[in-house]
């Protein structure tokens, strides 16, 4: 297989800056979204992270990367979704401590691998929390007008665990439960498989896989079987980091 | 320097000395990252190769690289991602004895370590001399599973854990420095834990 890197990060983005958290919401009783003004934008592209730093009085950091999951719309601010880790001694100060008005220190956009263009065609795969950068691609392909550039498969545990419940669903969306489904789903819960992805697969396109490394593994063998070559799928697995 | 955020005291008690700055210690787990597919390598076919600036290309069978004499590293490991591990053993060949048969040209000045997959990272030579990389095969007495870059991995843990190349094929010698994978995606070209050197600019 070959790694390309899809761009490079300007050494300017990786300054720290203090944003302000503009809101807070709630996306699933365990995962919520934080808008943040940057002093400092700079235009990201979907797929990218940023780092956030949480200081104490004495000194002490502790940061953690999170992926960006709004498009790129040039109105230098930008919107985190993080899911709660048990234990997670960030997540879990983001979701109990910060509230709007906060000021919250932060570097980005990074990575230049696991990104998507804006327009050419993608198969995008994504399970839990592994929706976030994709759901970033999914708004820039609606908000250009170009949502058939992209097919999106999310996998999520049940309807209450669905990331963006309300915007995600769409001629482009396929979404796959895995424990409990609701009633009138087309299909029962269980495990992403073959016939999942295979309807989606067009030929030519390039795969983005975004989830735990359970998840990654058995997304990339499905869609191996489904035809997809190995070298156009990529990967980004999300570690129990916390 | 680094505003204090409102409301964070950070971990109680004491901080283990031997974490770098900026790193948890991530006890009974082993995170796995990488951008790839994983991939399935079989033993049969494995080869690890020295090549570029060296009096001779050497390359080694699973068979062969096994003949050489073993080395151990126990310590520590510590990925960018900000987890650290402790008292991990890893079984393997020293990255000495490799060089060794391979005999550098006196212009090398860095490694570029490639693997079966495509991945690459780049190191100053002296970063994997007098006994502080390995090719190693072994994880805590256990095979090194493909999630961890088995069936052979490069390490070198005293820098950040994504120069120690997963599913390693070999080392191109060079004499000058060009970023890998991770590098020329805004990572470290060095990678040190305890100088922070995170990313570009560190």
């Known amino acids: 297989m070959t790694l390309t890197p899809g761009g490079t990060t300007h050494r300017r983005t990786l300054r720290w800056q203090t944003a302000r958290v503009l809101t807070v919401r709630d996306e699933t009783p365990r995962a919520r979204t934080f808008r943040l003004a940057l002093p400092e934008p700079r235009l990201h592209l979907a797929g990218q992270h940023y780092v956030l730093r949480l200081t104490a009085p004495d000194g002490y950091t502790a940061s953690r990367s999170y992926s960006v999951a709004s498009a790129p719309d040039g109105t230098g601010e930008i919107e985190l979704t993080v899911e709660r880790l048990d234990g997670g001694e960030v997540s879990e100060f983001l979701h109990d401590v910060v509230q709007p008005g906060d000021e919250l220190e932060v570097r980005g956009p990074i990575g230049g691998f696991f990104v998507w263009p804006g327009d050419t065609p993608a198969l995008l795969v994504g399970g839990g929390s592994g929706v976030v950068p994709l759901m970033a691609m999914l708004r820039q392909a609606r908000a250009s007008g170009h949502p058939d550039l992209l097919r999106l498969v999310v996998s999520a545990r049940s309807p209450g665990e669905l990331y963006y419940a309300d915007e995600l669903p769409g001629p482009e969306t396929v979404v796959v439960y895995t424990r409990q489904a609701p009633p009138g789903a087309g299909r029962t819960a269980g495990r992403i498989a073959v016939a999942d992805v295979a309807p989606l697969v067009r030929g030519g396109e390039d795969v983005y896989v975004c989830g735990s490394p359970g998840f990654a593994d058995a997304a990339t063998a499905v869609l191996l079987e489904a035809g997809v070559p190995v070298h156009r799928i990529r990967v980004e697995r999300f570690g129990p980091s916390g | ?202």
Request: hydrophobic share 35%.
């Open chain 2, 1 to 202: 320097m680094a505003g204090i955020t409102r409301g964070f005291l950070g971990r109680r008690g004491e901080r283990d000395p031997r974490l770098p700055p900026g790193q948890y210690d991530a006890r009974d787990q082993w995170p796995v990252l990488h951008a790839e597919a994983t991939p399935r390598i079989s033993t049969d076919t494995w080869t690890f190769t020295v090549e570029g600036l060296v009096e001779h290309e050497v390359s080694w069978t699973w068979d062969e690289i096994h003949a050489l004499p073993r080395a151990r590293y126990d310590g520590a490991i510590h990925c960018v991602t900000t987890w650290s591990k402790f008292d991990m053993t890893f079984d393997g060949v020293s990255v000495d004895t490799l060089l060794e048969a391979a005999r550098p040209l006196p212009s090398t000045t860095h490694v570029m370590a490639v693997s079966h997959t495509g991945y690459t990272t780049n190191l100053p030579l002296a970063d994997v001399t007098d006994g502080k990389a390995w090719v190693v095969w072994d994880a805590d007495g256990a095979p090194l599973t493909v999630e961890h870059g088995g069936p052979a991995r490069l390490l070198v843990p005293h820098l950040y854990f994504w120069k120690s190349a997963k599913w390693v094929s070999g080392l191109r010698l060079v004499d000058h420095d060009e970023p890998g994978f991770w590098e020329r995606n805004g990572y470290h070209d060095r990678g040190d834990p305890w100088a922070e050197q995170r990313y570009q600019g560190d």
